[in-house]
C-alpha cells in the first residue's frame, strides 16, 4: 500500500512563500502522474497543480505564476513551491499519486494564510 506523506504547511502571512513536500513510500519513478490538490471548509476538493512522468505540468488558474510543482524522482518526493500567498490558499493541501490506474493520497498539510 502506497503512503503518501506530506509536510511543510503552516499559518504564514498574505504575501509569504510556503513549499510543500510530499514523500512516497514507493518510487514515484513510473507514476503516471503526481499532483496536488486542496479543500478549504465547505468546498470541494480541487487540483492545483500536477506533473506527470514525463515532466509536464498543470496549473489551476488561481495557482499559475505563483506556484510550481516539481518531482525528484531519486528522493521519491513531490513539492509544491507556494509564493505570493493569499488567505484564499488557506485550504488543506493533500498528496496525489496515480500510478498505474491507481490513486493514491495522502493525509494532508494545512496552509494557513493570514491578511
Known amino acids: 500500500q502506497v503512503q503518501l506523506v506530506e509536510s511543510g504547511g503552516g499559518l504564514v502571512q498574505a504575501g509569504g512563500s510556503l513549499r510543500l513536500s510530499c514523500v512516497s513510500s514507493v518510487s514515484i519513478f513510473n507514476a503516471n502522474a503526481m499532483g496536488w490538490y486542496r479543500q478549504a471548509p465547505r468546498n470541494e476538493r480541487e487540483l492545483v497543480a500536477r506533473?506527470?512522468?514525463?515532466?509536464?505540468?498543470t496549473y489551476a488558474v488561481s495557482a499559475k505564476g505563483r506556484f510550481t510543482i516539481s518531482r525528484d524522482n531519486a528522493k521519491n518526493t513531490v513539492y509544491l513551491w507556494m509564493n505570493s500567498l493569499k488567505p484564499e490558499d488557506t485550504a488543506v493541501y493533500f498528496c496525489?499519486?496515480?500510478?498505474?490506474?491507481?490513486?493514491?493520497w495522502g493525509q494532508g498539510t494545512q496552509v494557513t494564510v493570514s491578511s
Open positions: 506533473i506527470t512522468k514525463s515532466g509536464f505540468t
Open positions: 496525489h499519486m496515480n500510478q498505474g490506474g491507481e490513486t493514491s
